[in-house]
């Protein structure tokens, strides 16, 4: 097993890193979270990744040492995207009213709000939620990799 305690670059901020070849790990944005995880790479080498207190991996990190470099790969989740009809402040004000009680956390895409689900009869649930409004909205079920907006540190219920 090769032991991991850093973050090397990111190869979506970085342009140095996007030409290289690297072992590539698949996570889910529940473990991206975690400080301490136990992953293989696409070729089966296995990564003990042990981190610094407060570092936490994100879609497009490069890992290693002179052995090995690993890219994090977000794995894509269900999501449900929301994107106004029209251009109407009020019924933007109260679709994030709405979206915001649920304790969400969200990311902001062009002209769409876009939230993480569990189950595809989430989407019901956002419809009733929404019945005030729905004719103003467009509302579908995607898979997606969800990179949740870093504004506010939220919590989900």
């Known amino acids: 097993m090769i032991n991991i305690n850093s973050v090397l670059g990111n190869i979506f901020k970085e342009t140095s890193l996007r030409n290289e070849n690297f072992e590539e790990i698949k996570i889910s944005r529940v473990d991206l979270e975690k400080r301490i995880l136990r992953k293989k790479t696409d070729s089966g080498i296995d990564i ?3 981190l610094d207190s407060g570092v936490k991996l994100q879609h497009g990190d490069v890992i290693g040492n002179d052995e090995v470099k690993i890219v994090i790969k977000q794995m894509p989740e269900q999501v449900i995207s929301v994107k106004l009809k029209e251009n109407d402040q009020n019924i933007a004000i109260l679709l994030g009213h ?17 939230f993480p689900i569990q189950e595809d009869s989430e989407l019901e649930i956002f419809q009733r939620l929404f019945k005030e409004i729905i004719d103003h909205i467009e509302l579908k079920i995607e898979k997606a990799i969800f990179l949740p907006h870093t504004s506010a540190d939220v919590h989900e219920h």
Request: avoid cysteine; charged fraction near 30%; proline fraction near 5%.
């Open 48 to 50: 003990g990744i042990n």
């Open 98 to 114: 709405i979206i915001g009680n649920r304790h969400r956390p969200i990311e902001l895409k062009e002209k769409s709000i876009v």
